[in-house]
Every structure is written in C-alpha cells, then in structure tokens.
C-alpha cells in the first residue's frame, strides 16, 4: 500500500539533477485513481471550495468534495492542504511551437504563410511539440493553447494543444477550433504592426524629412476590403451548397464547419470599426464570432453582448491607446467587458516574455476591477467556452479531463506564486524546462543555493 | 484736378526706369525717370508716424520725398490717392521665392537598403552631405513671376531668400519682387546665413536623428574655427571655409517647433552666436522659455485647420493638445508681443499664401495688437537684415517700395489696390480704385428717335445706383476700374431697392405701372436699358441699347461727390479661445506646476531599504524635497497629512534603462557616435512620463539605443511631469554613456549590412579601435592643444578614460560581455554597467572582477538568437555571486509595474521580498552613482517616495501618490478629477470643430488626423504599444 506523495523536496531531487531540456519527458499515460487532497479549490466557474479534495481516475475528474474518502491501494495522492488548486491555465491564442525565435532567425519561424486566403492552411501540422519555450509556459500553470496561424487576409485555422506531448497528433485537444480572420485596419497604419513607414509629420518632427502627400482615405479602403471579404465567402457558400464538383476548391471545402457552426471564426480586430465590421460579416453568414484583440472592445461591450460575441483580450499589458485615454485603461478592459456581460478571456501575446505571464495578466485585471475568480475564469472556463472545448477542461468539475494545477500561493501574483504540480488528463508533467536547467547548471559553477 | 487713369500708367514687367548699363538695346533707348507724385493720401510712413492728406514724391525707383508740403517737379507724374492708404509694402525674412529646392523623393522606406556612409555630393565640400554653407542663394536665385505676384498680393515688397535644404545651409539673399532683371531686384547678395536640425535631401546616414543633428552641427562650429588655421591634414574644405565665411552675417535658425527653438539657441549660446530662430507655430505653449532665449523670432501664422470630428471614432484618435492647438494657435503671434519677445512675421508655412492677411488679422483678434504686426512686416526685419536704410518705412532715399489700399491694412475687407516695387507697379485690384459713389446727371440720347432724356444716377456703391426719372428705378452697375455698365428697368420694382449682393432685379412686368419713366424713349415699350461705357474722371461716356435693340449713347457727368464714409461694420471680434495652457501641453498637463510641499505620511508601512529593513506603524517626514524624519507620531505644521495606514511607503522606482522622453533615441548611422547627447533632446511631453509615474517611477535612466556600438551619451531624469526639459534633468550626476554588442550593433535583421562591424569579432575591435584613437587623441590635445583638431566624440571617449563618464553597456552573451571587459582592463577603465546582460548568470564571477553593476529583465528571452539562454533566474544568480543587480524595464509599458517584475525575482530564485525591491530602487540607484540622494527612505535623502495600495511587489498594488523631491506627481485622486476635466475639454473642442464645419463653407475642415504618438526604442525587440502608436527603431530611420 504505498501512496506516491510528490512534495516540493521531491521535486527539487528531480530538477536538481543535472540534464538537458532533451530528457523532459512527456508523461506516461496514467489510468489509475488520483486525489488530490485538501486544498483550496478555485472551480473556474467563479466558486471556491475550501478544504476540498479532487478525485482523479482515468484521467477525469469523478469526484470533487470535502468528504472524499482516499481509498488505500495503489492511488496516487497530492497533497495540497494550504495549497491552491486550478484548473489548468489556457492560452487562448498563441504562436507557441510555429516561432521558436521571435525575430531574427527565420529558420525558426512556421507561423506566417504567403497568400491572402489562407483558409485551408493548418496551425497543428506544423506544431512543434518540442518547443524549448512550452516548459517554461507549463511551469507557470498554462496547460492548454490554441495555436494561432497568422498572416494574409485569413491565416487558416487554430487547434487547441496540450503542452505535453511527443507529437502534434498527441498534442491534439481539439483540432480546427477556429479559422482566423484579420479585419482590415480602418485607421491609417504606419510603422511595424501595419507596414507602410512612418507618418510624414512624426518625421518632420524628427528632422527627417519631407511631408508626404495624402493617403487615400483608410475607411474606404477598408470597407472594399470587407467586400471582398464578403464575396468570398459568398462564393464559398454557393460552392458549398452544390453537392459535387467538377473542381475541388480547398479554399472553400476549408469554411465549411464554419458555414455548419462547427468551428468559431476568430476575427482579429482592434479598432471599433473592426469590431462592427467583423459583427456585420458574422450577421451575413450566421458565423460563430470571437473577436481577438479587442482594444477598443470596452467602448463597444453593450453591442457585443447583444450581438453574443465573445472577446479574446490579446495584451492587457499594453499602453492605452491614444495620449488623452485613461492612463489605466487596457488594465480596466476586462472589468468592462464583464460589467456588461460580455464571455471574454484574457490572453498573453507578449513577444519579450514569449506568453509566460497569462496569470499575471489577469492578476493586473484584479487589481483594475475584477474580482479574483472572475479574473482566474477569464483564463480558464471563458478561454475554454471561445475555443470550444469546455465540455472537456476549463473548470474542475466532474467528467471534465484532470488538467490540475496545484500552486502555492496566489497564481494571479508573482509575488508569492510557484506551480508545484500540473496534470494533463490526469497525468502528473514535469514542470522541468530548460531555464530551470541552466540554472541547476550556474548554481553548480557558483556553488549557490 | 483730374484723375488719373491708373491702369494706363502699369509697366509691363519691363523697367524704363532702371535698364542696365551692360546689356545692350534691342531698338530705341528709353530711359524713364519714373516721376510719381501720391497726393491726398494718408501715408504710414512707419509704425509711428502717419500722415494725413501727405503726398510721396518718388523718382528712379526711390523716395525723394514724403510729406504734407512737398513740392510737386513738374515731371511727375500725379496720382490722387484720396480715400487711400500708402504703406511701406512688407518684408518676408524666411522665404524661398526664386529657389528650387532640392528635394527627396518622396515614398516608402527601404528598411534594407545599406546605409550611405559618406557624402554623395562631389568636390572638395563638408563630409556630410547635410552640411552645405558653400550654398549661396544668390547664385541660384531666379525671378518666379508667379510668386512674386502671389507675394505682392499680400503686400509684401521685399524678401530674405534661401535655399531650405540641409543643416547648415549657405546664405540668404534680399531681393524685391521686382520681376525685371535679377541684377537689379538684388539688394543684398549674401546676407545671412541659415540653419535647422533637418537634413533635408541629404541621402547620407548620418545624422539619422535630432541630437546627431546637434551633434553634427556643433562638431562643424569647431571644425570650421580648427580650419582658420588651414591644418595641412584637412586641404581644402570648400564648406568649412565658407562656413567662416557666412559668419558674420546674420544667423537665421529653422527652429519649427517651441522645443527646437530652444535646443536651437543652446547651440548658438555654446558657440556664441546668437541665432534669429525661426518659430513653428507653438511657441505659446511655452513662451517663457522661449522669451528666455533672447532671440528675435520669425513667427509663421500656419494655423491648422479645423478636423472633421463629426464620426466620433474619427473624432476618438484626436488628441486633446492637437485640438486645442487648434484653437490656441492664432494666439500665439499675440504671445510673443506679450512676452516682449522681439519677432518678425513671415508668409513661409501657409497652406494657401492668400490667406496671410486674413491669418494677420485672426492674430490680431487674438490680441496681436496693430502697431507690432505692422512692425514685425517692416521694420523689425529690416533692421535684422541691416536693410532699414533701404526699406520697411517710407523715408527720402529709402527705395519707393509701398502698397495703395483702400484703409487700414489690417482691417477687413481692405482692398490692396497696388504695389510698387522698386518704383514700378504692380496692380494687384484696382476695381476699387475709382471712387464711383456720387450723384451723377446721366444723358441718354437716341439718335434714331432724335430724343433725349435725363436722369439722376445715385450711385450707392460699386454695383447699385438708383435712377431718378420719374421715378426711382433700381439700377446695376459693374465697374472694373476701367469700364462701367450700368443697367436699369424702366419700371419701378416692388423690391427694395438695394441689393446687398447686386444681383439683377427681377424683371417686373410693366403691367400697371405702363413704364412711363421711359415714355420719351424711342419706343415706350422698351423695358430695360444696357449702358456701358468708360470712366474718364468725373464724366463717363458710352453707348447703349434698350430691350427693343435700339442704339443710345450716354454720358454722366458727377454733380455731387459722396462725402467719405468709414467702414462702420467692423466685426464683433471673434470669440475668445478657451482652452487652458497646461504643463505639458497633453490632455495630462497641469495649468499650474504641483507644488513642494511638507508632507507627513503617517501609520504606514516603510520599506527603508536601510539596516532599519521594513518598519511598521511609522511615520515619514518629508520638508523641502527632502525626507527629514522617520519615525513614530511625528508632527509638523502646515505639513499635509497623507495617512498611510494600510498601505507601503517605499522609495521612488528608478529605471536604469529607459527611452522615454527624448526626440530621438538612436544615432545608429555610424558605430561610433559618443558625439550624440540624450540631453540635447529630451521631450518633456512624452505622455509616458506621466504614465509612469502612476507606475511609481520617479527617475529614469533615458539610454541611447542599441544601434551601434558605441552610441551616444545617456541623461539621468526626475519624473517631473511638466516641466521643461532642463527641469527635467536629474542635477549633479556622474555622466554616462551607452555602449551596444552583439546583433543590433551588427544589425542581424538587415539583410545588406554595410556597415562594420558585422560579427562580433568585429565589435571587439571598433571599441579597441574607439579608445586607441581616444588615447593618441589624449596625447595630441595635451600636446598640441591648439593644433588638434578637437573631436566631440573623442572628447566623450576621454572622459571614460579619465573615469570622469561612465558605460552602460547593452550586452546579452558571455563572450561579448566578456570581451567587453578585456577591453576595458587594457584601457584601464571598467564597463560601470552591463544592461539586458541576459547571459550575466555565466560570467557573473568575471563581472564581480570587473566590478560591473548589472541590469537585466525578469524574464524576457527567445525574442532573438542570443537571448536564447536567457533565464528568469538571471538576477537571482547574480545578486548570489555579489552583483549589484537592477531590473529595468527598456519598455515605456511595462516600466509602469517594475515593481511587479522585481516580484518575480522572488519567484523565480528566491531572492528575499526586500532585496527584490531594491532592484527597482537602491541598486539603480547605486548603479548610477546616486545612492547618496535616492533609492532608499533616510534622512537627507531625496523625498522621491511611492505610497502603495497594498505590499509593493505585490500585482495588487497601485501607487496612491508618487512624490518627487516633496512634490506630488501623481495623486490616483487627482487622476481621476483629471480624466474628467480631460472629456468636458475634449467635447467641448469637438462641438466646436463640428460648428466649423457646419458653418465654414465647404474646405472649412480637412479629415481627421490621428494624433499618432511615436514610441521611440533601442530597436532590440517588441514594444507593448496602443493602437495609435508609432514604434519607430533604429532601421527605419538610418536607410530612409
């Protein structure tokens, strides 16, 4: 009778040994029962059930009480009294495993295909299981991730992983959740988001230069582009109603559970604009619409809830948007979405942090009007209902999949924060990742601690 | 008297007066005196003095006389000007009529295209392209018909002209515009000399930024005075030559902005030059800093249009400073007169040249008063340009250069009728000229009927007259100063008579009234009469029909002149602007600076970062900027009381490396750019100052970027939120510098580097190469101190063998940062700091050696190649071996919770909660060499205090006040009150752009511009940016 207790001096045996990231393993498959064991459970549904145990078995959650008898025999136990438990952190949208180095290095880049319509291109096929960046991302808590395509007028379609896997068919959660579209700007855009330089009188500004002359006026441009749009999927959906072709159109075979609701359309937009021009696309071809991005959502959130358009906030951490906005405002989106209702999830899209600080972004939230289970919901149960795969993880709830993370202290504060364990489908992963390796390895050089 | 025809007497743009000796006749010579003789006008002679019912006597193209008694030669020609008004006519100091300036292709941006490392310009000139004093206009300078007309139209006579190309720019030229022969429109063939900080067409790299600008100019002014002494090591410097040249003439800066201007006239205070700097527009905004300078100032009146706000996402991405500029921008012409700011006007900068007088005028409704607008057209410029004894007033001997209007120039609805130039005409509108009002006996004659008929014509003005036969008719009339019409119906109309916009009355039906005035006509049914004819003084003759076709002649003749009515309909004067100056001018600014005051914070719990370590239930006394106790239940009267209880008082967060707040950051053209200097630009505007501070950040660390490998030199600031840039400096700190390895110095994203170094390898050797020449540099001042060329950047190099200026190195893998070391153990001198040093953790034991400070990230890596080894464990490893570790932010977003990625070095290494938060504040301070004024609560210390919410390096926590030097920044409370003052203000400038637009007539307002603010960074990697948000790095720039 012999309970496998993993505590912190166990882990700490574990990491201390010295090894490259290459022997972190993937988890073995694990079938049999699991407790973990009297710990503060935050549901992700907004409740929280003090001194409460959850039980594992099969890779599910069958059971979560107070009464929770830990049977003897073969059973794994976590114990987590003084602990906190949630369920497994969600990146709702990410470039993990298609860009191992942000810039620079174009070999190492697998997220940006040529071409406008892109909509028969798949994020997964590509998903690079063995990311030296996704450890750093398990050990803060994050489990799961949809992995984001970007580039042209459609980019193609995002699956969601779970970030302990030897391939992308094992990594698979949940394939072709969304496509993703990219509203066209109706501002005129200068500098790296955009292209197109910099705007004649910030360079005059800057001593350097000449006044150019007029652009042509961005909301009709972006209006056209629209149309386009529209004309495409029109043209899709005329192809889609005929039975058999003569020529297969991939592009168009490629929106069909679009046009049948089987998969979301994410449509990254920023500006207001954007925000309504994606909503009256959605309206014309009754598609299931998420918006990415979201910036100016908070000025529009009445209009997204009456229309049921769910939010992916991409980067809380930003600075507002224009010189006269309130100083705190991207910190307070998210107390504005959810004040009107609107399902929204919080992401982390930072490229200098490369997504590590998801919790952290929703901690900011609560610091700016969220409540904490709001804020924790925002990156687990919203996140899993916007990708769609809520029947099956985002909440710690029975018959959802054991994706578990058990941390001390508050995981929406760096301050006292560190994940302690982690399981996916009820298989305890290694929070091991090569940061922490480099850093057995330096306190060997110094002989620190 | 008769009156003079004017229009006969116009010369074609060819000169009786004044042929030139040299070219021969083509036909019969013809030289003219050009006699005039202007009597009956009121003659302004200068700001002083006007004449009434006086006469100008010119001759050859000069005043011979002005005066109430001046006696008429029989040879002049006689023009009444009665009614009329003579001005000296106008001098434009800041012109380029009669230049072609060169000019840039206009387009894109090849971000690949190499750089341009040397002149592309041939011969024996300057290094730099940018840098051409050998310009001189006067050789390029051609007569533009166009513009010259364009210009006299406004009333100018007399401009200053220059070629607006480059960084220093060659010499101005005077000419009038005059359009004969340019020989003789010349008064002064070089007659200053020109600047500005923009290079213009210069397809060069260098400078690719606002202090390299300064940097480039300021290293001319000591080569140019090293060249006096014709060093044999430089040959001919065709530039620097001219360059001594040009320097005794007056010294015109192209200023363009209120900030400019003043980085402007410290250049000239270092070299002794007291520049006239040409204004932007926005001086307003900070007049007493402008005032300061003691420059004359050349203020354009290029108001901005109002924006179509009507679409309130359009309206949304216009700044509140955009549009109150907007309103406050016609003030500010009003603001130099008040500041007692000597200035010039010019027409430079407008939109449309028409709209000058009307611009003039707008100025004066906004407090401009007359005489000083009239002064700064005539005689301030002239004086300037030591031309006063030519023109800018009407005097004997002075050059017959005036405008004719029809009253006071700058009243509304003022007619120029001409303006002569050098003792030639040159219409402008005449229409007016012939004062047509009067009653007159009209005669129309019909030969065929052999009838006569009479009437009396009560002309009301130019274009309605009422015909008194029988009855009163309403009458037309259309004068152009040479022919008249007039027409009339023979019946009378129901309507009034007088039609302001002088349309033709409707034609009535001759029904019940039977047409009787018109009966003795050829043929009573006649309905209406057509007259035309020409004015000959008091008598006009013509011809004629009526409606049936049959022919009439005519003559009036005045029987009454009009008695001389003045303008009574002057405007109410416009509305006075509302909008508020603030410190800084952003929606966040301050009308008035936050005070120091004496502050107790009391019952709160303070981080010292002293032995003392954290106290609770403590009080904190903060007198004149300084902490002055800590303690238990202190007291002091008349100190605000802020009570603390609950929440953290800590030190001010110091950011050891920072791009806020400058104009430009990089200096990337070349890899060795010491000469640049942060300071000289530093933008006390930046919105992120103010953000910041809600962050917690009272002094920031503003680094040249990452470009090259030796960039430029640092400025340590206070967060002083609205103060200029001078207030904004941290006083009495050792200066830095920034040094840059690795990719962005051999610039990896390029695809065609060009530019050496392009490996690390490389990099070793420009800094071997750097302080080897910086030595020998040493040696050859001590030497020969007159004879060695002095060299800004070298100078800077010295200093950091001298240990008199300190490095900051941007630095990321273990070889770079180890071979940094050995160069500086060879030269002596140690890399104070390494910065981003993501790969610290690996030789952190060779830095302790060196004794290197070190400032890193939490946790940023994978970004690019050589961050590939970075670990969130990096400063935790570091501060074990002995480092003294900093955390900085490089970003103007995430600086605002430096606190929260102090935190994570708790979490990641386990450094103690204190320790932690000193990395954020006593380590940078430390770092900086300034631990012995901020970075920790004691007393005598700097008051640069934060109180949080909650713990410090807690997520949670917000800061309530941040306090610099006892004053309050930042207040959350205050914040508040301030976003709401900024949405009443917002909408009160939108409604009013909308009225503009809903009653401006069509052009009344130009699309909405997005305010876009730029981020300027080191170019090393991603920024955090709002959507209207400029991230502008280092390439972008260098291969523009």
């Known amino acids: 009778m012999k309970k496998t207790i993993l505590n912190i001096a166990a882990l700490l045996m574990l990491s201390s040994a010295i090894k490259a990231q290459e022997t972190v393993y993937p988890a073995k498959e694990y079938k049999g029962k699991l407790f973990i064991k009297n710990g503060t459970v935050h549901v992700g549904n907004g409740t929280v059930l003090e001194k409460t145990t959850i039980a594992v078995e099969n890779g599910k959650i069958v059971a979560v009480g107070s009464s929770i008898t830990i049977p003897s025999g073969d059973v794994k136990v976590i114990d987590a009294t003084g602990k906190n438990v949630y369920p497994g952190l969600i990146l709702p949208s990410t470039d993990l495993g298609l860009r191992e180095i942000a810039n620079g290095v174009r070999g190492s880049n697998d997220f940006q295909e040529l071409g406008d319509y892109n909509t028969n291109i798949r994020s997964v096929v590509a998903y690079n299981t063995d990311s030296k960046i996704t450890g750093t991302l398990r050990a803060n808590g994050i489990l799961l991730a949809s992995i984001t395509p970007e580039g042209g007028v459609i980019s193609g379609s995002s699956s969601v992983v779970q970030l302990d896997a030897w391939n992308w068919e094992d990594a698979a959660y949940k394939y072709d959740n969304a496509i993703h579209l990219n509203i066209p700007s109706f501002l005129q855009r200068f500098g790296r988001r955009g292209g197109g330089g910099i705007p004649p009188a910030i360079l005059a500004q800057l001593g350097l230069g000449i006044r150019g002359g007029n652009a042509e006026d961005p909301n009709k441009v972006a209006v056209e582009k629209m149309e386009e749009i529209k004309s495409f999927f029109r043209q899709a959906k005329a192809y889609l109603q005929e039975p058999v072709h003569k020529n297969v159109n991939l592009k168009f075979e490629a929106v069909k559970a679009l046009f049948d609701k089987k998969q979301k359309l994410f449509a990254h937009a920023d500006q207001v604009k954007q925000i309504l021009a994606a909503i009256d696309l959605a309206k014309e071809f009754g598609f299931d619409l998420t918006i990415i991005g979201g910036v100016e959502s908070w000025q529009i959130a009445d209009v997204l809830k009456a229309n049921n358009v769910s939010v992916i906030l991409n980067q809380e951490h930003e600075l507002p948007a224009m010189e006269d906005d309130d100083i705190d405002q991207p910190y307070k989106t998210p107390a504005a979405l959810q004040k009107a209702g609107v399902l929204f999830a919080l992401n982390d899209n930072d490229a200098n942090s490369r997504s590590r600080n998801l919790s952290f972004n929703a901690g900011t939230a609560v610091a700016y009007g969220l409540n904490k289970e709001q804020a924790l919901q925002a990156i687990t149960l919203n996140s899993a209902k916007i990708l769609g795969i809520d029947d099956k993880t985002g909440s710690l709830e029975v018959g959802k999949d054991a994706n578990i993370v058990v941390a001390e202290g508050d995981i929406l504060d760096m301050k006292s924060s560190n994940v302690e364990h982690a399981l996916i489908q009820g298989r305890e992963v290694s929070l091991d990742n090569k940061q922490k390796q480099l850093y057995e390895r330096y306190k060997y050089k110094y002989g620190i601690n | ?1040």
Request: net charge neutral.
């Open chain 2, 1 to 1040: 008297m008769r009156k003079i025809l004017l229009f006969f007497v116009g010369l074609a743009g060819f000169s009786a007066i004044r042929a030139q000796e040299t070219f021969p006749v083509n036909g019969v010579a013809d030289k003219r005196t050009g006699t005039y003789a202007f009597t009956n006008a009121t003659i302004v002679k200068d700001g002083q003095t006007t004449l009434q019912n006086a006469t100008l006597l010119i001759k050859e193209g000069k005043i011979v006389a002005v005066g109430t008694t001046v006696a008429i030669p029989k040879e002049a020609v006689l023009v009444d000007c009665k009614n009329k008004y003579i001005y000296p006519s106008f001098i434009d100091i800041y012109s380029d009529y009669g230049i072609t300036a060169p000019q840039r292709t206009a387009g894109g941006f090849n971000f690949n295209a190499p750089a341009q490392l040397t002149s592309n310009t041939k011969g024996s000139y300057a290094w730099n392209q940018a840098i051409k004093p050998e310009t001189d206009a006067y050789k390029q300078f051609a007569i533009d018909e166009q513009k010259a007309k364009s210009l006299r139209e406004i009333g100018f006579g007399t401009v200053l002209t220059h070629v607006k190309d480059g960084i220093a720019r060659g010499t101005g030229s005077i000419v009038t515009l005059a359009t004969n022969r340019e020989n003789l429109v010349m008064l002064k063939e070089k007659a200053s000399s020109h600047f500005s900080l923009n290079k213009g067409s210069s397809t060069q790299s260098y400078p690719s930024s606002v202090m390299g600008s300064i940097a480039l100019l300021r290293q001319t002014y000591l080569d140019a005075q090293w060249y006096k002494s014709k060093p044999s090591t430089e040959g001919i410097n065709i530039s620097l030559q001219a360059f001594n040249d040009n320097a005794s003439l007056p010294q015109i800066f192209e200023g363009d902005d209120k900030w400019t201007d003043l980085r402007a006239d410290r250049i000239g205070d270092e070299f002794g030059v007291q520049y006239i700097i040409k204004a932007g527009g926005n001086e307003y905004q900070r007049i007493n800093e402008i005032a300061a300078t003691k420059a004359t100032f050349i203020v354009p009146l290029n108001f901005p249009q109002a924006m179509d706000v009507e679409d309130p996402n359009d309206a949304r991405a216009v700044s509140l400073a955009d549009m109150k500029h907007w309103e406050l921008a016609p003030t500010n012409a009003a603001a130099f007169e008040k500041a007692n700011i000597s200035f010039c006007l010019t027409a430079s900068d407008l939109r449309d040249t028409k709209q000058f007088l009307a611009n003039v005028r707008k100025a004066i409704d906004n407090g401009l008063t007359e005489a000083k607008a009239f002064e700064a057209l005539t005689k301030t410029p002239a004086t300037l340009l030591n031309i006063f004894d030519k023109v800018g007033s009407l005097e004997t001997g002075k050059l017959a250069n005036f405008i004719i209007t029809s009253g006071p120039i700058f009243k509304d609805n003022i007619t120029v009728f001409s303006n002569w130039v050098q003792g030639e005409k040159y219409a402008v509108n005449e229409s007016g000229w012939n004062e047509i009002k009067g009653t007159y006996a009209l005669n129309i004659n019909s030969a065929t009927a052999g009838t006569s008929i009479s009437y009396t014509v009560d002309v009301k003005n130019s274009t309605t007259a009422s015909v008194i036969g029988k009855d009163t008719l309403a009458g037309k009339i259309s004068f152009d100063g040479k022919i008249i019409k007039l027409s009339f119906a023979l019946t009378p109309q129901r309507t009034p008579a007088f039609n302001r916009g002088g349309g033709m009355m409707p034609d009535m039906p001759s029904g019940g009234f039977g047409g009787r005035g018109g009966a003795a006509l050829a043929n009573s049914n006649a309905k209406q009469i057509r007259l035309t004819g020409f004015v000959s003084g008091d008598t006009w003759n013509g011809y004629g029909e009526d409606t049936l076709g049959n022919k009439l002649s005519w003559t009036a003749t005045l029987t009454k002149a009009a008695t001389a009515t003045t303008d009574s309909t002057k405007p109410k004067p416009a509305a006075k602007p509302l909008a508020k100056i603030t410190y800084p001018f952003d929606g966040y600014g301050n009308e008035e600076l936050p005070k120091q005051e004496n502050i107790i914070i009391k019952n709160t719990t303070v981080w010292t970062n002293e032995k003392e370590g954290v106290l609770q239930n403590t009080d904190v006394l903060v007198k004149a900027g300084k902490i002055v106790k800590i303690g238990k239940s202190l007291s002091e009267d008349g100190a605000k009381v802020i009570d603390g209880t609950g929440k953290h008082l800590t030190a001010g967060i110091i950011d050891e490396h920072s791009h806020i707040a400058a104009a430009s950051i990089n200096e990337g053209a070349q890899s060795v750019t010491s000469e640049v200097r942060i300071a000289d630009n530093l933008n006390p505007e930046d919105i992120n100052i103010y953000r910041q501070l809600s962050g917690g950040v009272t002094s920031s660390h503003i680094l040249h970027g990452s470009a090259n490998t030796i960039g430029g030199q640092t400025q340590l600031i206070k967060l002083r939120w609205g103060t200029d840039d001078n207030g904004l400096k941290f006083q009495n700190w050792d200066p830095f510098i920034k040094f840059a390895l690795g990719e962005n110095v051999k610039r990896t994203t390029s695809q065609n580097n060009n530019r050496f170094p392009d490996t690390r390898m490389g990099v070793e050797e420009v800094l071997n190469d750097a302080f080897a020449r910086a030595k020998d540099y040493e040696a050859a001042m001590k030497a020969d101190p007159k004879g060695t060329r002095r060299d800004l950047e070298l100078d800077a190099l010295v200093e950091i063998l001298n240990k008199k200026r300190f490095i900051t190195c941007h630095s990321y893998v273990q070889s770079e940062i180890t071979a940094a070391m050995r160069i500086g153990d060879k030269y002596g001198f140690k890399f104070n700091t390494f910065t981003h040093i993501l790969e610290g953790y690996k030789v952190a034991d060779k830095m302790k050696v060196h004794g290197s400070n070190a400032s890193t990230f939490s946790d940023w890596w994978a970004y690019k190649m050589e961050v590939q080894d970075a670990i969130a464990y990096n400063a935790a490893i570091m501060q074990k071996v002995g480092l003294n570790v900093c955390i900085n932010s490089d970003d103007a977003e995430m600086a605002r919770r430096l606190n929260q990625e102090a935190a994570k070095v708790v979490k990641y290494g386990g450094v103690s909660e204190e320790e932690a938060l000193k990395m954020v504040t006593l380590n940078p301070a430390k770092a900086l060499h300034v631990a012995d004024r901020v970075g920790s609560i004691k007393t005598g210390k700097d008051a640069d205090l934060v109180l949080w919410s909650d713990h410090p390096l807690s997520i949670y926590a917000m800061s309530l006040y941040t306090i610099v030097d006892g004053t309050i920044f930042f207040s959350r409370e205050k914040d508040l009150e301030q976003r709401k003052k900024i949405a009443t203000e917002r909408n009160r400038l939108i409604q009013k752009m909308i009225a503009e637009k809903r009653t401006g007539g069509p052009g009344a307002v130009r699309p909405a511009e997005p305010s876009w603010q730029f981020i300027l960074s080191c170019g090393d990697h991603d920024h955090k940016d709002g959507l209207y948000t400029v991230d502008i790095q280092e390439e972008d720039i260098i291969n523009k």
